[in-house]
């Protein structure tokens, strides 16, 4: 799993003033950023730093109530407060420069309509939902990091089922019927070779995945984080075996692409009017997610505020096993593209008819 590298926003803003002038990329990511370099003088930085600040904008990000939130909360919490589904956050008043005001939705269909509409300037969305706006307008939004990789297990009270393939045989129940869950699990089982010989039953709640395997002892869920996290402390009976990552990383980890759950989008207008704005916005996004990876326990109780997780104890365990990231640059072409060609090739309405064009991956 690629793994966030921290940038400070002085550099981040240093080398958005290089931009200007094509001579470097500024980023966050994991694995081997762009390019970091700051330009050589100080007084350059110094300049660019003066530009970035002297621009009085807010940026309005809207996301949703579940994992690829988790990786912002920090970021919520320094800019403007975390925000709850019923009470986005407002700027602090009499701010200047970049600021932040939050929005928290229970399903993208409510965040759908904000990007649309021009009513939300950044936007944490599922991998496919970022391809389906950039066709329904026209090359609209552009891609600006990937924030969470793949979420799924297997989880299951059978004790026979210790890897993958052993899905064989067995009826297997998933909520996401027609989106990202129910196509990535059919290009695995095809890759497995089991397809044929797996039986999958759909449910409407990951509420209802989890009662159907305590009252069937040999089924089998598929259950995202951190919903996972808080079935099984609820039933020790039950265990989560196997990583749907794992698994994606041993089929088709060699083309480069990732099992992308969750990217961050931008309106293309605001991308162009507003460079400073997503350089900063990126740079301190990194940090967020090395600091809520890098401390759980500390980052738990603003999880639950934001109503991603009920209890503390199990944002604290969830985290880690959440693949929060902030990915940029090449890494997140590679990754994201080769995701969403497997969803294409599975049904082309799930990415809006068409892979989207070169535009949509964001380069600074």
């Known amino acids: 799993m690629l793994k966030s590298t921290n940038i400070t926003r002085r550099q981040a803003l240093a080398a958005l003033g290089s931009i200007t002038a094509g001579l470097a990329l500024a980023a966050c990511g994991t694995g081997q950023t762009e390019s970091t370099d700051a330009p050589s003088s100080s007084d350059a930085s110094s300049s660019s730093d003066a530009s970035a600040a002297s621009e009085d904008v807010t940026v309005r990000v809207a996301s949703l109530k579940g994992p690829t939130t988790i990786g912002l909360v920090s970021m919520m919490d320094t800019t403007s407060g975390v925000p709850t589904e019923d009470a986005p956050t407002e700027p602090a008043e009499g701010s200047t420069g970049i600021t932040y005001s939050y929005t928290i939705s229970g399903a993208a269909d409510q965040v759908l309509p904000l990007v649309i509409q021009g009513e939300t300037d950044i936007a944490l969305v599922p991998s496919n939902v970022a391809s389906v706006l950039y066709n329904k307008t026209n090359g609209g939004i552009r891609v600006i990091d990937v924030n969470t990789l793949g979420v799924l297990s297997v989880v299951s009270g059978d004790a026979s089922v210790e890897q993958f393939e052993d899905l064989a045989g067995h009826t297997v129940y998933l909520s996401g019927q027609g989106a990202t869950p129910e196509y990535t699990l059919n290009y695995l089982l095809d890759q497995a070779g089991i397809r044929d010989q797996v039986t999958i039953e759909f449910k409407s709640e990951h509420s209802e995945c989890a009662a159907a395997i305590q009252a069937d002892p040999t089924a089998v869920a598929i259950l995202p984080e951190p919903f996972t ?13 196997v990583s749907l990552t794992d698994v994606w990383d041993r089929y088709a980890g060699g083309s480069g692409s990732q099992f992308v759950m969750g990217v961050t989008i931008a309106r293309s207008e605001f991308v162009d009017q507003h460079p400073a704005a997503i350089a900063d916005f990126l740079s301190r996004h990194a940090e967020s997610v090395d600091t809520v990876n890098g401390d759980p326990a500390a980052a738990a109780p603003l999880v639950v505020k934001a109503g991603i997780v009920a209890s503390e104890a199990i944002a604290e365990k969830a985290i880690p096993k959440c693949n929060i990231v902030c990915t940029t640059g090449e890494d997140m072409r590679s990754a994201l593209s080769g995701y ?4 294409y090739d599975a049904d082309a309405s799930s990415v809006g008819g068409s892979l989207p064009g070169d535009d949509f991956y964001y380069e600074a």
Do not use: E, H, Y
Not at 229 to 241: C, G, N, R
Not at 340 to 343: A, F, G, H, K, S
């Open 229 to 241: 996290t808080a079935t099984l402390a609820k039933d020790s009976s039950l265990s989560a075996p």
């Open 340 to 343: 969403l060609q497997v969803l």
